[in-house]
């Protein structure tokens, strides 16, 4: 089993800065990406946000190229996300994500995917 617990959330004025952080506990060792993403008001798809992973490295959505990074600490087992230059259209709930290896490329793991409760992030303008 695998738990994630986001924290980080909170509401800033257009042009601030937030730092989300995901601590994951349980089986770590056979995580393989690791991604923010976001949902908002009214829509029910989450889209996604920036991503890392050891093959591709880091990826983000266009629209926050340049404003948002993605690290992760695998001492501590955490994923962040620093965002910066926060915009009103930025305005979601932030879920962590984490992706597990699959059996046949780990046979120490069993694939799947887990999902923090997610925490709230407001930009106002």
């Known amino acids: 089993q695998v738990k994630l617990v986001e924290s980080g959330g909170g509401s800033v004025q257009a042009g601030g800065s937030l730092r989300l952080s995901c601590e994951v506990s349980?089986?770590?060792?056979?995580?393989?990406?690791m991604s923010w993403y976001r949902q908002t008001a009214g829509l029910q798809e989450r889209e996604f946000v920036s991503?890392?992973?050891?093959?591709?490295?880091?990826r983000y959505r266009d629209s926050v190229k340049g404003r948002f990074s993605i690290s992760k600490d695998n001492a501590k087992n955490t994923v962040s996300l620093q965002m910066n230059s926060l915009k009103p259209e930025d305005t979601a709930l932030y879920f962590c994500?984490?992706?597990?290896?699959?059996?046949?490329?780990?046979?120490?793991?069993?694939?799947?995917?887990?999902w923090g409760h997610g925490t709230q992030v407001t930009v106002s303008s």
């Open positions: 349980g089986d770590t060792l056979c995580m393989r990406d």
């Open positions: 994500e984490i992706e597990m290896y699959t059996h046949s490329a780990n046979s120490m793991c069993h694939g799947g995917e887990y």
């Open positions: 991503g890392i992973d050891v093959v591709h490295g880091t």
